[in-house]
């Protein structure tokens, strides 16, 4: 059983980087890992992809920010995070020190806020990749989100590769609140991206009947959890078929191996674990060993020769 383990590839490529483990963290899920690594060794994960960081602090929205739904929950944190300066100096390092890999998720409210953060993020040693989340509203453009909007969508990348220049792989994050994510998905990756993540979070609301009023101080948020799995299928399907090259790391509702393998099979190269990780802080190293048995009574030598095999039937 040990050499038919051994033998087995758990490998996924993104740009220029291997990964030796096809689960990673959903950002904004597990902070910065710390959470996480009191449950087990960090190193254990493909990557942790962090929070999204901003180029200033941000105190985040209003409470209530979080509310349960039927198969999911509704976020409205607002990004919270301490700016790029004070993540830099401290997780990074602390990161680094407990053997993790490390993506860093960026935001901003403006193409320069996103060309500053790449730049900041160049040479920085121990950091695997970037992962760019576009799914923020765009203040120079009256709000309209960045991934709603295909022209936004390419100079934001388009910014990115250029102050960080070739050594990062850069993975952007897509919205699925939109018409066509092909071409979205497109645009990005002429652009330059070396991968996608797929999917964020869709946007909803709850109200309470009782209070008469949204459950959300911020009205409306991110819908996560296995309710939007479904979603995330459609799109990694639908970008896989038309762009079978560009490497996918899937999310959206994975609770199980059976979850994971069901992104992956669509098209996805890797698995992010997000929500899951709330109820069960040991939920990403369950999913992988669930995932690897899956694909071996499946008969797969690797989790690559699974990716995309329902376009195939």
Not at 131 to 144: F, T
Request: hydrophobic share 40%; with cysteine.
């Amino acid at each position: 059983m040990d050499n038919q383990f051994q033998a087995f590839d758990s490998r996924c490529k993104f740009g220029g980087k291997y990964f030796p483990s096809p689960i990673f963290t959903a950002s904004g899920c597990a902070g910065s890992g710390k959470e996480l690594s009191q449950f087990f060794d960090l190193d254990e994960l493909g990557a942790v992809v962090t929070k999204s960081i901003s180029v200033k602090p941000r105190s985040g929205r209003a409470t209530p920010r979080m509310a349960e739904t039927p198969s999911g929950m509704l976020n409205s944190i607002g990004l919270q995070g301490p700016g790029i300066d004070q993540f830099l100096a401290e997780d990074i390092p602390w990161l680094i020190a407990n053997n993790a890999r490390v993506i860093v998720s960026i935001s901003g409210e403006t193409i320069e806020e996103y060309s500053s953060l790449a730049r900041k993020l160049r040479g920085v040693a121990g950091i695997s990749g970037i992962e760019v989340n576009i799914s923020c509203p765009n203040v120079e453009n009256r709000g309209m989100v960045f991934a709603c909007d295909p022209v936004a969508s390419r100079s934001v990348v388009e910014s990115v590769r250029r102050n960080v220049g070739g050594e990062l792989p850069i993975i952007v994050k897509l919205s699925p609140d939109v018409t066509d994510i092909v071409s979205i998905a497109g645009e990005v990756i002429s652009a330059g991206a070396d991968g996608l993540a797929l999917i964020n979070t869709l946007l909803g609301m709850a109200i309470d009947i009782d209070a008469m009023r949204p459950k959300l101080a911020g009205k409306t948020g991110g819908l996560s959890g296995p309710a939007i799995r479904p979603v995330a299928v459609r799109a990694i399907y639908q970008v896989h078929a038309a762009f079978k090259n560009t490497p996918i790391l899937g999310m959206g509702g994975v609770t199980s191996g059976r979850d994971a393998l069901e992104l992956i099979m669509a098209g996805a190269s890797a698995i992010s674990v997000g929500t899951a990780n709330f109820g069960d802080p040991t939920a990403v190293t369950r999913i992988k060993k669930e995932l690897i048995e899956l694909l071996k009574e499946r008969k797969f030598s690797s989790v690559a020769a699974a990716v995309g095999v329902a376009h195939e039937k």
